[in-house]
């Protein structure tokens, strides 16, 4: 008896059910914060220099805010005018939503790092407990913000417009929103923490043989601020967008393939509510398990999954307790269950690969390591080589994944992988933003002249940190380039049932073949943005590292007393030229997806469609190659900092110095800013379906 | 009444009009080889040194035929079991030829470097001429060997089997061998050339502060085999290839879609034949035209393409006096000779895009050059934006290419313009084999202590065959990509045409569509496959060249007095490391694209099809930016060298330097060995259709 009122009740509650876990998700994260204020922000000189890195960072943002905030508000009035007012509220609610998690994932970083400090004075767990429950805040808040922000304004705009087919449609506006902020905020935060950390380096480490986070290094506030700005509030963007843009995704599939059925709208949002639940569990592993860093890690992400899988049985049979309808065919709850299980096994596979590309206990990075020592050349060819290499085994298991789960379920499987892959991302996330806290707690140690104790435990926590980085960034892309494919294949369905709309035109079968030449085209045109994407990228990094290389370097050539100590160094001005530097030059690569998708209209339905494949082939190539590539010559770096092939200072050290500051933009602005880059030009597309194809 | 009998006589005898216009192609050269011979070769050490050259090229190429016979010997006798003997003759025809062409030019060059050197004593445009009619035979013999075995096997086939579909059938075989063994060769030499070259230039150069080719240094010898064995060798087998497929692809798809017509097949001989004419009149302006070499050598250029334009026009009116039928379209001569001219015109713009790039006059190798003020990293970050950036153009005007020539007639008219587009081979290649040659004349000038005056002589040359070499292999890309589409398009009618044959089994309408997630995991597979080739070919180069770095280093300390002058470097040992090196590495990346294919096809021909499509879209975008991205480094060497930002022996020289080598397997290894790769991918879908889809 109670199971079919549960199954009825899911069907009417689902959505609320899901809600209310992500409700839940915030509550946590409220009590996480309120541990970790509890704990000591350490001496007056740290909480100092916290406060003059959250100042850095708040400035920036709000600048950011603003320069995007124009940009938004063109686009809200277009798609006031062309589509309809509520998907205008809709990108509305999306940008701002973005925002806010980026806010916040800077934020409690500024929080957490001085108490990470604090705590690395007596602990080593609790030092790492500290900075993982400031990362688990920001994924719990940006997992919960997603869940509330999508399941409200499908609910409420139900309600409001009563009709099933133009909340769903109005979603798409939400996605943008989130998506274009977050490519805004990517490449922002990206050039900004890259051009500081390049800069910083290239004078303060290469040319003055200083310590990294020397406060006698003009830059080397900037750098901090950059790591709040980049690595905190980008990532935070990039995943809310992620994660909004995959249940999204999900929902439009389900609905326009499964003859609107409300179950299938329903389940993408139960699976992400469970999965809260999961990250939950597994942050509280992480504070009550005593073992090594990356142990202890790896066991709360595999907990967490371990909870999703078993809650989504039930979740599964209840829901659909007969058999499901996609298309013309006809699967089995547990074959819906499979493609679920299959989003999870990915996120499985995909760490454990880019791990053994970027962690200093295998060959790959031992083989940069190896090649530094004939020089910086050597380290340039090996890193890059690595990149490709690393690109062979996730783009296998993205096809298996994607084969299995349209087996399972046709593309609503593969909607439900991909859904089923992001759910991880609160837990994912704690893993990822625990990086820069501690990078930036190092930070803070050396600045206030805390013990060289202090500064080792932060340096081990910070390598354990930066695989983890590289390793999120490898589930970031490959969901990314799932999820896109999700969308592409919303945009096909779109045009088809707007052709079937408004009567008349249709799309031949076939149309999307290979053989005609304007798919051949729109394949190469596409295939071209993440290179265009990339170049603009890495030029600008390159353009701002070099003037606060020249700011550096007339700073203390200026002021000799700087390098003795007796002046302080005028940080503000290298925090200026960054700022202005990267708002300056996020804009022309962010807006590139939005004119390439506008200019392939042109061209019709087809060839935008083709452009659409072909960003996402190059694309997901171009983001694993590149995040990989970084991360393995960032560890590279490290592996000869722990004594290896001659260790600091010797001239493979300084060849691995330049493949890391190679690396930098690669996997910190250029690499993971294609992850939305691919999905805004996908979403862009199916929005402008009924404004250009009449 | 003559003209309507030369239009009957071309169709009986066009195509051997065309061979004719092939032997009096190799009777110009042979007349030019007569007069580099009449020159003086130099001094008893010039010729020392430049049989030592020779002997370790002759030496190397010999031991690449063996090792490639092995294999090429497998696929003979798997080809005579699972297809028919006539394809494997024509395979054993191709790769024969290949290696042919490969030795035709290692040879020309070696005969002509001590002979420019020796020229260089005299006058600038003696050596100019020398260097530049050493190039042209090789170009000469290449294309008019490429005509000859086509067009011989094509006509004594025809009469021993009695079937024009069953010896063009068994073309594809020759093509197989072509590009088989170039892959191979520049792979190979590519592998072979660069390993020597960056480990000459690490110790040599950045270590040990020696100039280029300084006699003191033990890998230069093996340095210099290189430029012959890489840059001359790989390079005639990989044009012989191209125009040999470009050949029988455009002979192919006329073929399969023009209704077995005969003229579809002279069509292509024709234009190739009347650019030997073109080609012959471009050399004889460099003869007698005194001018600055680039713009003697840009106005060659022109002069060709401009006699190829007049005489295509009668060529296409009395070999298609009517109407011509292209599948189910129909176009007029006009139409042809249209597509004709694109591809002469593409020729020119992609030779104007690559030298924007590639060129020191130009803002892009600036950049790279201002760049390198700020360190090894902003430098390389530089340089990878440029290479990324240096796609676009590009891909658009093949994009307008594609589309145009489409336009004009279908996928013959594709065709047509690839071969129209490859007839300028002879042409081009005299540009670019007249790099390697002065490069090698100033090895030879320096190391016999000629006077400083020759080294300048040649060193200016040198500058001009850098951009000539960057700017031709900008042409082969381009050339191979659309080449590669025509092979696809021909994949795609031999598929249908295979499927008709055996009745049952068919092709849906819109097997290729991209809605089909199998032609999604397709493109992703075929993505990967220039990906993973060139992680391995840098990798086979990073890990040669650290070997010749030891050995050199070795040889240093060993014999300090190598660099006194007393002592003579052991230049044999680095000769067999690099030898040994580059045959053993060149095996796996050479055969990864055969064994994409064989596993791609157990997926079926659907999935295989999108293989290919997948490979040629990431093909092309990486053999562009490499090749472009390389060629800028080299030239912001070259700038910095002229004096500029802080001249030889700066910092951002040294930045320069490492940039350069970082450049040297991008654009002499991976980059250009993706060209045939993408073939041999091509080719053997092709081929393995009959057998592997039943």
Redesign the interface.
């Known amino acids: 008896m109670i199971v079919p009122s549960l199954a009825i009740s899911l069907l009417d509650s689902g959505v609320w059910l899901a809600l209310l876990c992500g409700i839940i998700g915030l509550g946590f994260a409220g009590y996480l914060i309120r541990t970790i204020l509890s704990r000591s922000p350490g001496n007056e000189r740290m909480q100092e220099i916290a406060a003059a890195i959250e100042e850095g960072a708040k400035a920036y943002l709000n600048r950011q805010i603003m320069s995007v905030s124009a940009i938004a508000i063109v686009i809200f009035i277009l798609l006031f005018l062309t589509r309809d007012w509520f998907t205008a509220v809709g990108f509305l609610l999306g940008a701002v939503c973005s925002m806010a998690a980026g806010y916040i994932g800077m934020r409690i970083a500024v929080l957490s790092n001085c108490r990470t400090a604090q705590a690395a004075t007596t602990s080593k767990t609790e030092a790492l407990r500290t900075a993982f429950n400031g990362g688990a805040v920001t994924g719990l808040l940006v997992v919960g913000l997603a869940l509330l922000a999508v399941g409200l304004f499908y609910k409420i705009g139900g309600a409001i417009l009563g009709s099933q087919d133009k909340v769903i449609g109005s979603l798409v506006g939400l996605a943008l929103g989130a998506s274009l902020i977050s490519v805004f905020a990517r490449l922002g935060g990206g050039i900004y923490t890259k051009a500081a950390d390049?800069g910083a380096?290239?004078v303060g480490k290469?040319e003055s043989n200083l310590e990294e986070d020397d406060p006698r290094n003009p830059a080397t506030i900037a750098d901090n601020v950059g790591d709040n700005v980049g690595d905190c509030a980008g990532m935070a963007a990039d995943v809310f967008e992620t994660y909004a843009v995959s249940i999204i995704g999900a929902v439009l599939v389900g609905f326009l393939t499964m003859n609107r059925s409300p179950e299938a709208v329903i389940f993408p949002f139960l699976l992400g509510g469970i999965s809260v639940i999961g990250a939950i569990l597994g942050i509280v592993w992480v504070n009550i398990r005593k073992a090594g860093a990356t142990q202890v890690l790896i066991e709360a992400v595999g907990a967490s999954a371990l909870v999703s899988a078993i809650l989504y049985w039930p979740a599964t049979t209840l829901l659909f307790p007969g058999t499901i309808q996609v298309g013309n065919s006809t699967y089995t709850p547990g074959q819906l269950y499979l493609a679920a299980l299959i989003g999870l096994a990915m996120t499985g596979v995909i760490v454990a690969i880019t791990n053994y590309y970027t962690s200093t206990a295998f060959r790959p990075v031992r083989k940069i390591a190896?090649?530094s020592?004939?020089?910086?050349?050597?380290n340039?060819?090996?890193g890059?080589?690595?990149?490709?290499?690393a690109?062979?085994l996730p783009?296998?298991f993205?096809?298996l994944a994607?084969?299995s789960s349209?087996y399972c379920a046709g593309?609503y499987g593969?909607a439900v992988a991909v859904m089923s892959m992001l759910s991880m991302a609160g837990i994912i996330i704690s893993l990822d933003a625990f990086g820069p806290i501690t990078d930036n707690a190092g930070g803070v140690a050396v600045m206030s002249e805390l013990p060289k104790s202090v500064r080792s435990v932060t340096d081990e926590l910070d390598a354990v940190g930066n695989t983890m980085k590289a390793v999120t960034k490898g589930y970031a892309i490959a969901s990314a380039g799932l999820a896109a494919?999700v969308l592409?294949?919303s945009y096909?369905s779109e045009l088809k049932s707007h052709f079937a709309s408004i009567g008349g035109k249709d799309l031949?079968?076939?149309?999307?073949?290979?053989?005609r030449?304007?798919?051949?085209?729109g394949?190469?045109?596409g295939?071209?943005l993440p290179?265009?994407f990339?170049?603009?990228s890495?030029?600008a990094?390159?353009k701002a590292?070099?003037a606060v290389?020249?700011e550096v370097r007339r700073q203390l050539q200026a002021h000799p007393g700087i390098m003795t100590g007796q002046d302080k160094p005028e940080y503000g001005n290298c925090v200026d030229i960054v700022t202005k530097a990267a708002l300056k030059e996020m804009i022309v690569p962010a807006l590139l997806p939005i004119v390439f998708v506008l200019v392939a209209s042109f061209f019709g339905p087809v060839v935008l469609?083709?452009v659409l494949?072909?960003t996402i082939?190059?694309g997901?190539?171009m983001g694993i190659?590149m995040t990989s590539g970084g991360g393995a010559w960032d560890n590279a770096k490290k592996y000869i900092e722990e004594g290896n092939h001659g260790g600091k200072g010797s001239l493979a050290h300084q060849a691995a110095?330049?493949g890391d500051?190679?690396g930098d933009?690669y996997k910190d602005t250029a690499g993971p800013a294609i992850n939305p880059m691919i999905k805004v030009a996908n979403i862009v597309a199916i929005l402008i379906i009924p404004i250009v194809f009449r």
Request: no cysteine; proline share 2%.
């Open positions: 390049v380096d290239l290469i190896q090649a020592e004939t020089g910086h050349a050597t340039i060819i090996a890059l080589a690595t990149g490709q290499h690109t062979a783009v296998v993205i096809g994607i084969m349209y593309l593969i494919l592409f294949g096909v031949a079968d076939g149309a999307f073949s290979l053989e030449p304007d798919v051949i085209i394949l190469f045109f295939g071209l290179f265009l990339s170049a603009f890495m030029d990094v390159g590292a070099g290389v020249k469609g083709a494949v072909g082939v190059t997901l190539f190659s110095v330049t500051t190679v933009p």
